[in-house]
């Protein structure tokens, strides 16, 4: 199983920026995206549970972070807009065979499967 995050980068408040996580060797059945800033504990982003592609967002970023999948590539995307300097922190993707109940799709101990993590910088 290999999670593959990609697009991170440095972009300025109020900018968007695109990640994604292209998933190989697991028919995931939840995917999600946390994140974690220096000297911060790691936090939940989004999750989607695949089968009825139900979502759950962080408050935190609600109204301006959206994630999608693509079946065709196996790849699910984070789209993230109206950055602000709080946002920047290593994203990573993670993965899951389990379907979870919606209480659970947020909490990282229900992932076996991480990426690597991309850095997203928020900064004028």
């Known amino acids: 199983v290999q999670l593959q995050a990609s697009g991170g980068g440095l972009v300025q408040p109020g900018g968007s920026l695109r990640l994604s996580c292209a998933v190989s060797?697991?028919?995931?059945?939840?995917i999600a995206w946390f994140r974690q800033a220096p000297g911060k504990e790691r936090e939940a982003v989004l999750g989607m549970r695949r089968q009825d592609r139900k979502t759950v967002t962080a408050d935190s970023v609600k109204g301006r972070f959206t994630i999608s999948r693509d079946t065709a590539t196996n790849t699910v995307a984070l789209q993230m807009n109206a950055l602000q300097p709080e946002d920047t922190a290593v994203y990573y993707c993670?993965?899951?065979?389990?379907?979870?109940?919606?209480?659970?799709?947020?909490?990282?101990?229900?992932?076996?499967?991480w990426g690597q993590g991309t850095l997203v910088t928020v900064s004028s």
């Open positions: 993670a993965a899951t065979s389990r379907n979870w109940i919606v209480s659970a799709i947020l909490r990282p101990e229900n992932y076996e499967y």
């Open positions: 060797g697991l028919n995931y059945g939840t």
